[in-house]
């Protein structure tokens, strides 16, 4: 008999640690006002989309490396900007969304569409 994962309690903690991890990957910090916005933006996202905790620990993986990817564009639009600065600010959050077209796409419509909520970041087509 397979083992069920264990539930994850806290979702957007859970994706705030994998930025924290990816960023100092990259020998990057991320400065208190990033924090709070990426946080907030976690934890509205999860709350405005529905997205359940066993939901959400099926698809752990995926919104994982979703936020790391959301990172690595933080981390190019402060290299681009300025090499010598190491922390990540709060405009790389909407400067990464703006370029990169991330939309987030786990809300109802996309679980009609796709059966289940998609933590997946994509251009418009």
């Known amino acids: 008999m397979a083992e069920e994962p264990s539930i994850i309690q806290h979702p957007s903690g859970f994706l705030w640690g994998a930025a924290v991890r990816s960023a100092a990957r990259h020998r990057f ?3 208190m006002r990033c924090e709070s916005a990426f946080k ?3 934890k509205v996202g999860l709350q405005v989309n529905k997205v359940g905790l066993y ?3 099926e698809r752990k993986t995926e919104a994982q490396s979703n936020v790391e990817k959301l990172v ?3 981390i190019n639009a402060q290299i681009a900007k300025d090499p010598k600065i190491d922390i990540l600010d709060e405009w790389t959050i ?3 969304y703006m370029t990169r077209n991330y ?3 786990f809300g109802p419509s996309a679980r009609k569409a796709h ?3 998609r933590f997946a970041s994509r251009r418009p087509t």
């Open 29 to 31: 910090k991320i400065s």
């Open 40 to 42: 907030e933006r976690l």
């Open 55 to 57: 939901e959400f620990t």
């Open 72 to 74: 690595t564009a933080m």
């Open 94 to 96: 909407f400067h990464a």
């Open 103 to 105: 939309v987030p796409d």
């Open 115 to 117: 059966g289940r909520a």
